[in-house]
């Protein structure tokens, strides 16, 4: 569910199993995190899957290049951008 809600929401995310990621199931350990899903977002982290901590926490979606599909970083909360890909120069504006 979790990871649906990010995917839907253009947010990059890293997931890591602690069942089978013995460094990742340490990182839960040594900061006394005990349940799943665990979210680290900058210096915050958030146990559980609470929709609206992470959409507060996080300041950037991503945004897909209409020209060559480079997957952008776009803050949010901007209101109308012009965004230059990095990758091919195309000029895009995206609403945030």
Do not use: W
């Amino acid at each position: 569910m979790a990871k649906k809600f990010l995917v839907q929401n253009n947010i990059h995310f890293e997931e890591r199993n602690v069942s089978v990621d013995y460094a990742a199931a340490q990182e839960l350990q040594k900061r006394n995190i005990r349940g799943v899903p665990a979210f680290f977002v900058g210096d915050d982290v958030i146990v559980g899957f609470d929709q609206a901590k992470l959409l507060q926490l996080i300041d950037h979606r991503l945004q897909q290049c209409p020209q060559c599909s480079t997957k952008l970083r776009v803050p949010v909360n901007k209101g109308k951008l012009e965004v230059k890909c990095p990758k091919c120069a195309t000029k895009f504006e995206v609403t945030t």
